[in-house]
């Protein structure tokens, strides 16, 4: 064992000379294919080379026997020969029965070995009778064994396994392609199969190399081979899919060798950072319009989508059907027309009646306009003759005639996204409304969105779809709205924009009036199109970041739609496009403050006066609030005493706060209240397992109320916890309710012991006490910890808008800067330096980008109307955070061990 351990060095250099040769062909001018043959060759010959170590050191095992009872073989991706830098090597010691004892000790030799050299490695072994056991049980086992290649040793033992698996898999087909089918499903990922993550894993997102895994194994299922070449000159691949599918492979495989060429490691996630690297190290070059990043992304999204689709639908097409299902298409199939057949499932085209359905672009759209009539998607076979058909077309604007077809399909709900994503993946959809080819695989690089702009809005169809069966007011509003067709032309033009330096919105609204008279729509209608497109951000505008218990506010948005058919669209739209955002963007506060939002603009468009509803709301809200505190103080005092202190505090209460936050909080906090002493200062600490954040919840009275709120995000940057949101409140007698929930870098997992809260409490009272400066803070928690922040995605300029119109009683400055650590503080620390008050604050990150707003009074109380006051609040603001943004946001920062600062 000791001479391995010398040799184990040696070999180490070896594989570090391999990788760098494999790299070197690369940039040499070799495609990614032959570097990982010529990557997985060195491995090979470097292992045969371990093999012989061993024997030398194990002279009791006769090498010919030893292979008479064992073979090396190379599985999955090793056995594929596409091995990346850092790749795992895969190995089965296949054996021929029992393993005599000395072969037992060679084995034992040989296995750490391989691990020193390699670390990166798997291994077992078994015998051909236990590897078809764990195939059948094992997903993973069963496709790893399909790339099986011997090494070393007995190679015929090798054969008969790859011989009993393939018939394996051919007896049971089904069952096969129903696992690997739902296997790829699942390591997809949560988000669903989607070619368009904006952090795509190369390996096993959607899109990415387990797609042509998956096509491999399917086809070795039922057709017995791997083979690209095969397959194509056995039909089952086309001449142009067998083309794309390598080129698609190439192109993922290329990058994953610079993946882990930057890295040095196993690296397979395309992370924002490493998009800004690869885009630079390609000569993508930022013009006006778009980033270096988005056109790097969109190149590979063009790729992941063609991989994703050419995988779906071979899939599709080789899947078996269950005989249940074929005697239910048997018997409850029916002709429509001359050329359609309606299945339970899907539609289908008579065969001698498919080359003239499918000779122009009118026949394809009568075969969607069927199926969206009948809300069955296009069967497999019928999408790859679209798909073909569509690319024989001649480049044309539409006919007035398939405008006209294209609005019917467009009028049907229910199954608009399918039926859009089918028309969107066939190419039929960019022929009748070309103007969806600018957003194809177009990157949108927000923290914000999680999908490529037009993934994200044939989501916003589908997520249409769902509110269909919706019991609530969503539900209802959808279902009543008369032209649908509309509404979802203005789904589908809604981020059209996007991709210009211009504001999408304002470059959609230009779009949709092409678009509209191009399909003939009426003048009123165009309208309609162009509000929806123009504003389509409006309604989540008002409703999370303004007052929506300001009557002008509710006047102001109501007059921008003009009509309640409007209000209905843009409601819907603007639900549709938070629910097309992601998984974790669309939440039941959310979801209430739209619908409050839609019901009061409602009042205003239908002429009822909009204050006689405020007051049943806020009735509402209070009789609720009365409730949870009469219940919750039951034990405390009696009832009459608790009445007597709601009818005094419940009316200082802003009406803004009541009706944003839920009655039992607002119980709650009444119930901190009624009990807070006179210089008391009170921090509720609640945790959120699920979303690893913390709320900090301060109530104090009106000895500590002035600077308060900069001074508790001081206290809160300075121990390192990013505030996520806010909410900032002041009630008429000048009582703080101040939340702010928070994410602590100390604990990442969202763990918080209880000594860190108890720190973090003492120090926001200290500071609210005026015991301790924030900036002693700073620098006393300063301390060598992370990196520096890193740099911006999308760098857009910091921008304070100064509005005294559109509230009441406040003043609302709204600020639009990058989510750095220690930008409220900043804020709140500016807003106390010009002398304002802060009477109600927003802080969440908006649609767009983040957002701070802020209700500001002067320090009297008084709405600020003065022109000069109003200029210097906005320049103060905007020199401050300009400042903080060039440099001032590098002292909210730790420094590291080299000098630089994190956050």
Known sequence: MTELREQTRTRREQL??????????????????????????????????????????????????LAAFLAVVAVGGTGRGDMAPFSDLDLLLLRRGPLPKDIERWVDRLIPYVYDVFMYAGHAVRSVEECLAMAEAHTEVATGLIDARCLWGREREVQRMHELLRRHCRRRYREFVERVVAERTTESGPLGMTAQQLEPDLKCSAGGLRDAHLIRWIAFARHGTTDIDTLRLKGVLGRTDARRLVTCYEYLLRLRFELHARHGKPHDVLTREDQQWIAAARGFRNTPARSDVEQFMQEYFQHSMELAELARRFVSVNRPVPWRVRTRRAFWSRRVGAAFLIRPDQLDVVRRRLPAVCSDLNGLLRIYDTAAAFQVPPAPLLEERIKQSVASLPERPPTSDESRRFLRILSFPGRQGQILRSMYSTGTLERVLPEFRRIRCLLQVSHYHRFTVDEHTLRVLEAADELLQDTGSLGSVYRSIRHKELLHLAMLLHDIGKGESEDHCVVGERIAHDVARRMQLRDAQRELLATLVRHHLLMADVAFRQDIQDPSVLQSFARILGSPEALRMLYVLTAADLIGVGPHAWTKWKAELLENLFENAMVVLSGMHSRFYWEQRLHRVTEQVRTAFLERTATECPPETALAFLEKELPELSPNYLMNTPPERIAADLAEIRTLQRGEIRVIVTASPETQTIEYRVITDVDFSEGCSHRIAGALTALSNEILSAQITTTRHGKVIDSFRVRDVDAPDGHIPEHRRRQVVECIERVVRREVPVEELFRRFQRFGRGATPPVAAPQPTRVVVDADSAELCTVVTVFAHDRPGLLYTICRAAFDLGISIQLAKIATSIDQVADVFYVTDLQGRKITDPERLQEIRQTLTDRLTEFELKGYKQFQRPTALGTTGR
């Open 16 to 65: 570090r000379q391999a990788r760098e040769r494999a790299l070197r062909l690369l940039q040499g001018g070799a495609t990614s294919l032959q570097a990982a043959a010529a990557m997985t060759e060195a491995v090979e010959s470097l292992l045969r080379q371990m093999i012989d170590d061993v024997l030398t050191v194990s002279p009791e095992v006769d090498e010919k026997r």
